[in-house]
């Protein structure tokens, strides 16, 4: 099946730092990406939707200056947490589809751990 | 997008069949159903699709009654390993992309 790898797989950043998320498709092209949160014991929460060369679509109370979202090419995306605090603190997942999909199936990366001290 | 409600939780014992019913009132002509399983401080993984009437794969199968409106995820004989959150999306592409998560169902294996 189409993998989707991220990088870094855990981060630790200190207060007031920026942190960036990788998120590639390795075997497809991924034409549209979505960045997913998630806190403990909750569901994922979409955060954006980016399309390759346009910029990302966000999602009600997500704010784009503090997460900046960049997908340059149809195999990369990458999630800028600007100015980090302990509450960005949380598991970051992204998703992509591939071109030529029907279904809409998700392929997800193996989640980013970002603790903010 | 359609809104997805599973059960919070279920419990069962290794060896058993698992059902999982997710309830999708609203969904549409176009959406398919999709399953996936996630495992602590991991991605999601897929499980299952389907838009009607039974699928089956290696490792699980779907049923889909002929309204659509709900769907059951059925897991053969669970083991310890298949304790995980089981996630039911609706939607598809061409503008509808399933993107929204429930709350999921939060599996566990007992031996």
């Known amino acids: 099946g189409a993998v989707v790898s991220q990088h870094p797989s855990w981060v630790i950043c200190k207060s007031g730092t920026s942190v960036k998320i990788e998120c590639r498709s390795l075997?497809?092209?991924?034409?549209?990406m979505f960045w997913y949160r998630q806190f403990p014991k909750q569901s994922l929460m979409l955060m954006a939707t980016s399309n390759e060369g346009s910029k990302a679509t966000y999602e009600q109370g997500v704010e784009k200056d503090k997460f900046l979202i960049n997908h340059a090419s149809l195999t990369l995306s990458t999630l800028t947490v600007t100015s980090a605090h302990p509450e960005d603190s949380s598991f970051y997942i992204c998703?992509?589809?591939?071109?030529?999909?029907?279904?809409?199936?998700?392929?997800f990366g193996e989640g980013s751990r970002l603790t903010v001290l | 997008l359609a809104k997805t409600t599973q059960p919070i939780s279920m419990d069962s014992y290794e060896g058993q069949e698992v059902n999982i019913t997710c309830s999708h009132n609203?969904?549409?002509?176009?959406?398919?159903i999709t399953w996936y399983q996630q495992f602590p401080s991991q991605g999601p993984r897929f499980i299952i699709q389907g838009y009607k009437t039974k699928v089956t794969n290696e490792v699980a199968s779907l049923f889909i009654p002929a309204d659509r409106k709900s769907s059951t995820l059925s897991l053969p004989r669970v083991s310890l390993s298949d304790t995980a959150v089981y996630y039911c999306l609706v939607g598809g592409f061409s503008g509808n992309t399933p993107l929204v998560f429930g709350k999921g169902t939060r599996l566990s294996v007992i031996a």
């Open positions: 998703s992509a589809t591939g071109q030529g999909s029907d279904t809409g199936e998700l392929f």
């Open positions: 609203n969904i549409a002509t176009n959406d398919y």
């Open positions: 075997d497809f092209q991924a034409t549209t």
